[in-house]
């Protein structure tokens, strides 16, 4: 990622996409296929708000791409939550896609309990060969957490309030998994609220995409005892 520390960034297209974040031309080609297939399905299926979808490069590509710079270097394993159109989950598998090696299996892993927008998550996995596993499910169902042990990082957006949150992220939790959580203006109340059933050390980033946005960098979660 480059120096510009601009906040909030201006990512109107492609072109600031890739100068930004330095991303190859064979990745933007994909997030363009991304961009064209959302746009498609959108005239069918809600899968984002309609005010945003002139600005998919900065509201969802931009602040879905900024959690790689809060993950380790060499992330091996991430799980994200209620990805619904794919923010950040399928983002972020796209940009790591492109880091690695072709053949190497699967890193990310997305959990999504509505079954239209799995297939459109299905659909984009397809025409851009990512190689990225869609769970159709319920994230606090057994079912779907039996696959799972503990993950480097844990994501989600715009999924639940923190206390929620982390209650749903605890059993794809280990000592020393990452949650990376975007926020908004209220998430000190949130951190707040989520401390009285919650241990957690938590770290506040600016996001880069929204000048009263934060990411909370959640650590060391554990359930309070009830004594």
């Known amino acids: 990622m480059n120096a510009d520390t601009r906040i909030p960034l201006s990512v109107a297209g492609p072109d600031e996409f890739a100068n930004y974040f ?15 297939t959302l746009r498609q399905w959108q005239k069918t299926i809600n899968l984002i708000a309609p005010s945003t979808v002139e600005s998919i490069w900065q509201r969802h590509f931009a602040d879905s791409a900024q959690l790689l710079r809060l993950a380790p270097e060499n992330v091996r394993s991430w799980v994200d939550l209620g990805s619904g159109a794919g923010f950040p989950g399928m983002v972020v598998a796209i940009l790591l896609a492109g880091q690695r090696s072709p053949g190497e299996g699967s890193i990310v892993r997305l959990i999504e309990s509505d079954a239209r927008k799995a297939a459109f998550l299905g659909e ?15 994230i606090e169902l057994s079912s779907t957490q039996s696959s ?21 992220s605890s059993p794809f939790f280990g000592p020393d998994t990452i949650g990376l959580f975007p926020k908004g203006r209220e998430v000190e109340r949130e951190i707040d609220t989520a401390r009285k059933h919650w241990d957690f050390d938590v770290r506040l980033e600016q996001s880069l995409t929204d000048r009263e946005g934060r990411i909370a960098v959640i650590r060391q979660l554990a359930a309070k005892s009830k004594g």
């Open 22 to 36: 330095n991303i190859s031309r064979e990745t933007i080609d994909l997030l363009k296929i991304y961009e064209e």
């Open 124 to 138: 984009i996995a397809r025409k851009t060969a990512v190689a990225v596993d869609i769970i159709h499910g319920r």
């Open 148 to 168: 799972f042990g503990a993950v480097e990082i844990v994501s989600a957006r715009a999924l639940a309030p923190l206390e929620r949150l982390l209650g749903l």
